[in-house]
Structures are given as C-alpha cells and as structure tokens.
C-alpha cells in the first residue's frame, strides 16, 4: 500500500507530471486564477500527499465542491470556463489516488475527515512486525542543524554520536542501540521469545541476586532464541544469538535502555522527569557536562521500572513513601537510583541515577584526572595509615563517594573493614575480590517509613560489638550522627574512622553536624580531618570539573565556634588559578596537632618533623611516579585498584624490610627499592601479556 502512494507522488511530482496538467488551466483568459489554482495543486500532490494520502484525497474532492459551488454563483464565462476545466484535472487527480488500495479500505471512514488525523490508519495498518518488547520512544534522525563534535562506541554494536546544537546551551546525546538496527527476521523471533518468557514473573527471592537470575534468563533465552532459530530455518551466528539473548534480557528481567546508557563509562547521571513520553532523558557526560538524549521513556516503562526496584530493594514506593532509595547492579555498572513517585510528584514517576565506576576509584587515579595533588595524595595516606578519622564533605555530585571509595582502597589489607550504608555505593564487592577483609552493613533509608530494615544508628552501635574494624560510613545523613560521634568520643573505634557528608566547607561541616543533626558541638572534635571536594566552574558556566578544595585538620582546644577559636587549620587549601591544591605555611612549618599525634605514636617519628615531612613526601613521590609510569608506558591498569593495592603493598613490606635493616626508615633507600619493584612487576606484566 505504501509502495503504491510512493509511486503516485513520484510519477504526478516529476517535471512532466503535475505541470502537464497544469497546461489545462494555463490559458490566457483563466491566467487571473490558474497561478492559486497550480499552487494549491502542487501543496496537495508535492506536501499533503507524502504525510497524508488519505487527507490528499480528501482535500481534492473538497477543492473540486468549492469551485462548482463558486461556478453556480458566478456569472463570469471565463471564469467558469476556467474552472470547469480545473474541475477536470482535480477529478483526474482523484482518480488515480482512488484506484490505490490503501483509499478504497479507507473510502468507509471518510466523512468528517480532518487533515493529519491518524485514526483511520490504525484502523487500517496493523504491524506484522514490530519490537512490542520495547516501550521507549527513540528519536532516530540526526538534528538537521547540529553539528557533530564525537562520536564512538559502547560494547562494539552501540553508537553515540553528541552534537552541538545552535539553538542550545546543552549537547545532544544521540544513541542507536542494537535493538533498533535488528532485521524483520530478528524482530519476529524477539517478540515470539519475549511472550514465551513473560509467562514466567520473576519472585522477590529471584531479585534477591539479580546477577544470578539474569544469568538464568540469558541461558533460557539464548537456549529459546536458538530453538526458534531452527525452526524458521534461519541461519544465524552464535554472536548473533549472543547479542539477540542480551536483547531479550534487557526487555524481561532488564530496564531496557537505562543498562545501555549505564554502560557508558563516560555517563555520570541520568535523569528522567515526568510526565513520562513527554520529555527525553536527560544524562551528565564525562566531557560534555549536561546533554539531552534521542530517548523518550513512557509510563509503561516507568511503572516496569518501578516495579522491579520495590522488588530488587525491599522498600515500599507508594502514597505513604513516595520516595524510594536503592541500588541497582547490571553488567559492566552500577548505580545508585532515587525514584519520586505521588503525591510528591504530581505528574507520576520521576527517577535519577547515579552512576558508579566499574571499579573502586584510587589516589593516582585522582592525581591522574587533577583531582588531587601528589602531596594531597601523600598527606592522605599518612592520615590513612596513622588511623585517624576523616569525614569528607562536599556538595550533591561533588565526588564524595568515589573519594571514600579511594580512601578503601589505601587501607592495608590486614584490617577488616566495615561499611554502612543505606543505598550500597561503595566498591565493597570489587574490594572483597580483591582480598579484603570486609563486611558490608545495609541499614534503613532515612526517609523510608515502615521498613523492616535496621535503622543506621542502631547499625553503627552493632559494629561496636564485632571487634576491631575500620568504620566506613557511607553517608551521614541523620540521627546515626550521634552514635557515631558517641563511639568516636569513648574511643571505642580504634581505627579510621570515615564517612562523607554534605557541606561545602569544614565550617558548613559544623553547622549541618551540630544544627542540623543535633550532634554536641565539642563532639566534632572526634573528627580529625575534613577533606572538601567540590565541583569548579569555568567562567562561561558550560564546563566544571571535580575537585579537592581543602583538606582541614580539626584541633581540640576551642569551646563554642571552631571558626572564631582557630579550631579549624588548613593543611591544603585549592588555588583557582594554579588549578591545584598548594600545602599551607601551617603544614610547610610543621604546625599540625594531627599528624604530630600520629608521629607520636611511631618511635621512628616522635618528636621528629623532619622525619615526619620526609615520610609524606615519600609518599606522595610514590604515588606520583604510579602515574608518570603508566603514562609514560601507556598502561592505564597502572591506576586501578587492582594494582595500586599491590604497590601499597610493596611499600609497606619495603619500609618495613628497610626498618629491620638499617634501623631507620631511610626514604631514598625505600623509593629505589620500591622504584625497582615497581619496574620489575611492569615488566613482567607485560611479558604475560604478550603470551
């Protein structure tokens, strides 16, 4: 039917076709009406007939009833000479549109038509072939006036192109997944598939371990898709049926398009807004800060979406908690989700997803992306090391996690660690592989009501009763503040001690501990040191970046306002126009409580600031040569935690060997050592790897 239309406009629009029956009405006498006349011909054939040949007809026919009414008031023979013979070409023209059969099914639904009304088609076309297993809106098309700025590739079939926009402060991010570049052939055995496997609901103990029961669903559905494969005598490749089953399970037990994007290592955030299929999603790109998308979501993909998170989660979502907090895993990324649903949000369901990195962040890595200092770096794992207790502030998306999760990984091995959290950010899995002693604690939500989880609070008072840990707070975000400032006060956690916290300063530190969490004021004190990450702007406001501002020590001999009584001392404070942190004349000059107290601690440093201030040069020495290295030989892996824990590793047993042998922790001695290290391990890295 469609061909049929397709080859009506191209035979009436070529240079013979519209205009031979334009000749019709051309004579001199009828030249006052012919040029509206051929105008409104050509509007109808060359515009209307393409978007709407229903409405094309219907246009004609009305146009032919106009003139023979105007012909039956007129008295003027050259006009109605004229018009009988447009008459002619229209009918003519009606014609050829009538012998189509896609007008003669809709010749019954004619009456009362209206341009551009689209009831009559669904009526009529009804898809053999369509993805019913996906209810995402893509706008496919490139915008006609967007310049092309990148483009690249996730997991080799999906592609992103961004675009500069010129009427648009904000990039578009245009994605084609593989789904919408499947054949007639794939799309039938994916719809045939899907309905199969819809007969089966996945229970809440399924979702328990999503790992697992996407592993289930793949096989099933690979096992299915090969079947019915077979059975229409298709011929295709195991990667075909690789990618088909990865299809399927997005579209089943997955949450569709949101896996592709959090498969973009370069997706910060997305965000989706209500009401749903009205406006795209709206995503923060790694190099091109706020984009919006080609993707439009709709309701019933919301309400799927939704669903599954009250079943992955255990937490309500409903009128009397329209707020629901948690965390989702899928391959190759996690996120944490916040979802608003009524009556807080009016309009339906609205959902924000914070991206995590596939693996734990790490020191060099932040010197890497200018995050940090070298000796920020070194400062940071002398605190580390001397067990103090950190909090790290910042406002929202500033880096606050990813910076705790940097802090996990300097932790030596030997310890064991506890976190708690409400919503699971932290790189604990990732950790745990990696050898370390962790266990991870989930508590309730604090603006969850009616849960059955255990409230934070109470979660901290347990790690008390299960020996000597690290404490790792994910977020300090209520009344758990108490119980943990009252476990720091009767020194009941004998090693660090670290949790993130809203605040843009150590002094908004303060406020929001002591104001707004009802924590006694000389109870901060507990707190050693507060690191500051916060996001720095350019100057057009397009672009920002992430980084350390301040890292404070927070002394003890003040009373009532640590800002008035020099309670607070930076040791490290941010230069806008170094773009760096630079170390303070308190630090330089040996002026820090914080890291005299743990020198005191160690007989090699007691007393000895020298000794002290050698150490974190040290430190921050090593932590730089990480990374001129894996520039310099191009291996990136040099960076990530996998290695970094090694080289830490090394560092220790390396000053400890030296220790024992000279009696003195000798620095020089412990770089070319560690240096040597270092180089020896690359080497035979890249010798396997070569095998």
């Known amino acids: 039917m469609i061909q049929e239309i397709a080859k009506l406009y191209s035979q009436l629009t070529k240079k013979k076709g519209l205009a031979s029956y334009a000749n019709l009405i051309s004579e001199p006498k009828a030249a006052k009406w012919a040029a509206q006349w051929y105008a409104d011909m050509q509007n109808i054939i060359s515009n209307i007939l393409k978007r709407d040949p229903i409405g094309a007809y219907v246009e004609l026919k009305r146009a032919a009833r106009d003139e023979r009414i105007s012909i039956d008031k007129s008295f003027d023979q050259d006009y109605i000479n004229a018009a009988k013979k447009y008459i002619t070409v229209l009918q003519y023209l009606m014609s050829l549109i009538e012998k189509t059969k896609l007008l003669s099914l809709a010749k019954q639904f004619l009456p009362g038509y209206k341009l551009n009304e689209r009831s009559v088609y669904r009526r009529i076309f009804s898809p053999d072939i369509r993805p019913d297993f996906m209810f995402t809106k893509i706008m496919s098309s490139y915008p006609a006036e967007g310049e092309e700025i990148d483009n690249y590739f996730i997991d080799k079939n999906t592609e992103v192109t961004i675009f500069e926009l010129p009427d648009n402060v904000q990039y578009l991010y245009h994605l084609t997944p593989p789904e919408f570049k499947l054949s007639e052939e794939k799309y039938e055995i994916l719809d045939t598939a899907r309905k199969i496997m819809a007969e089966h609901k996945p229970t809440r103990q399924e979702f328990i371990d999503p790992e697992r029961m996407r592993q289930v669903f793949h096989n099933i559905g690979s096992d299915l898709i090969e079947e019915l494969v077979q059975y229409r005598n298709l011929k295709l490749s195991s990667d075909e049926i690789e990618e088909m089953a990865k299809i399927l399970v997005r579209y089943t037990v997955g949450f569709g398009l949101i896996e592709v994007l959090l498969q973009d290592e370069k997706v910060q955030d997305i965000t989706i807004n209500s009401p749903m299929g009205e406006v795209p999603m709206f995503i923060v790109h790694q190099d091109y800060a706020d984009c919006r998308t080609n993707i439009v979501p709709t309701s019933p993909e919301a309400e799927s979406w939704a669903s599954k998170l009250r079943l992955i989660s255990g937490r309500p979502l409903d009128e009397a908690n329209p707020i629901l907090d948690t965390e989702l895993s899928i391959p190759g990324a996690n996120a944490r989700i916040a979802v608003i649903s009524a009556p807080l949000n009016p309009s339906g369901l609205a959902f924000a997803f914070r991206r995590h990195r596939d693996k734990p962040w790490t020191l060099p890595l932040y010197i890497q992306n200018k995050m940090i200092t070298p000796m920020a770096a070194g400062i940071l794992s002398f605190l580390i090391d001397g067990s103090r207790s950190l909090l790290i502030a910042g406002t929202r998306s500033a880096g606050k996690t990813s910076l705790l999760g940097a802090v996990l990984v300097e932790l030596m091995r030997k310890y064991r660690i506890i976190t708690i959290e409400d919503t699971l950010e932290l790189p604990t899995n990732s950790l745990r592989k990696l050898g370390y002693n962790i266990q991870s604690m989930k508590v309730a939500a604090a603006l969850t009501k009616g849960s059955s989880e255990v409230p934070a609070d109470e979660g901290i008072r347990t790690t008390l009763r299960m020996g000597d840990s690290a404490l790792i707070i994910g977020e300090i975000r209520s009344k758990e503040a ?20 809203h605040g843009d300063s150590p002094y908004g530190v303060f406020d929001r501990v002591v104001n707004d969490l009802g924590v006694p004021r000389t109870s901060l004190k507990a707190t050693d040191v507060v690191i500051v990450a916060n996001p720095i702007k350019s100057a057009d406001g397009l672009h920002r970046w992430r980084r350390v501002t301040q890292i404070t020590e927070v002394r003890k001999h003040w009373e009532n306002d640590p800002l008035t009584e020099n309670g607070f001392v930076d040791l490290m404070k941010y230069d806008s126009k170094k773009d760096e942190l630079e170390a303070s004349e308190e630090l330089i000059n040996g002026d820090s409580e914080i890291l005299k107290a743990i020198a005191g601690n160690v007989k090699e440093w007691a007393g000895n600031w020298d000794a002290v201030w050698d150490n974190i040069l040290l430190r921050a020495k090593t932590k730089e040569t990480l990374v001129d290295f894996s520039n310099k030989t191009n ?12 080289a830490n590793d090394q560092f220790h047993k390396i000053s400890e060997n030296v220790r024992e042998e000279i009696g003195i922790l000798d620095s020089k001695r412990i770089f070319f050592e560690w240096d ?8 035979k890295m890249d010798f396997h790897s070569k095998l």
């Open 676 to 683: 040597e290290w270092l180089k020896r391990h690359v080497k």
């Open 482 to 501: 108490l119980a943990l400032y009252e476990a720091m006060r009767i020194g009941a956690l004998a090693n660090v001690v670290a949790g993130t916290i």
């Open 635 to 646: 291996n990136p892996d040099l960076l990530e935690a996998e290695f970094v824990i090694q």
